[in-house]
């Protein structure tokens, strides 16, 4: 097997892994559930590429997630849902459908401002006719949330449910209403480290997360924009005490708790405010 610049060596591989006694232990083992966390992982590579304008990196990390696609592909196959080609067959048929100005009507060009409500138009007639296709029992109930995408990720969608509940008045008017269930949230973990239960403890602990994102949005900070800054400043300040350590001779493993808080806190002081 050698490497190609053509896809279906790439399905080629993928289907090796997964022939049974001749393929990979661990990719046979896996299924769609499992895959799913590494493909947001590397849509998220994606994006810190891109960030960092990291043309080399940002090309590997997108064969990193096209990776992801063959994989779940190759698993629907294996249970005759759909194969690669249809993947590839359904977006190519929607980006033809949601661009009339380019590919149905030549001469009936469209204003850029113009060409965002028509993707909208057809996104909306697209919706409908999946709704169409669902069994009757499915789509008896229409929920207010039932547009926030599930697949995307757990700080966003929150953000969306929340934004979605508000436009029929389930909200907070004040962000010190939201504070006050932050700490009702707080004391609710403290009193279940008592009982030690690994599932009520994550229960409560998702509740004061979805109550921290409902404080970022009355706010008007984005949760995820604000924990990548934060993320890179507990990066930042980790460095200096590394740093620090490594001037007086010493490591991470023989600093105790106390030395690197104090040097946490000569990193957060000498910050610009």
Not at 44 to 53: C, S
Not at 243 to 251: D, I, P, Q, T, V
Request: with cysteine; hydrophobic share 40%; proline share 4%.
């Amino acid at each position: 097997m050698t490497p190609s610049r053509d896809i279906s060596r790439l399905l080629e591989i993928m289907a090796a892994l997964r022939t049974p006694v001749t393929g990979c232990p661990w990719d046979l083992e896996q299924n769609f559930a499992t895959i799913a966390p590494y493909t947001i992982e590397e849509a998220y590579e994606v994006v810190d590429a891109i960030t960092r304008d990291d043309l080399d990196d940002l090309r590997e990390e997108l064969g990193d997630l096209l990776l992801q696609v063959v994989f779940h592909a190759r698993m629907a196959e294996e249970r005759n849902a759909f194969a690669f080609g249809d993947v590839v067959e359904a977006i190519t048929r929607k980006m033809i459908r949601r661009h009339p100005h380019v590919f149905a009507d030549k001469n009936g060009n469209l204003a850029p401002s113009h060409v965002k409500e028509v993707w909208d138009r057809i996104k909306a007639e697209e919706k409908a006719e999946r709704a169409a296709r669902r069994p009757p029992e499915e789509a008896a109930h229409k929920s207010l949330l039932a547009g926030v995408k599930a697949g995307q990720p757990a700080l966003a969608r929150a953000m969306e449910l929340q934004r979605k509940a508000s436009t029929v008045g389930f909200d907070w008017n004040d962000p010190r209403a939201v504070l006050k269930k932050i700490r009702e949230e707080a004391d609710e973990i403290e009193a279940a480290l008592d009982g030690a239960d690994a599932d009520e403890l994550a229960e409560e602990t998702g509740d004061l997360l979805f109550a921290v994102v409902n404080l970022a949005r009355h706010v008007g900070a984005d949760p995820e924009t604000a924990l990548r800054g934060t993320n890179a400043k507990f990066e930042r300040r980790f460095a200096y005490i590394e740093r620090a350590l490594e001037a007086r001779g010493r490591s991470l493993q023989d600093a105790s708790l106390e030395e690197m808080d104090a040097l946490w806190n000569e990193a957060k002081s000498g910050e610009p405010r």
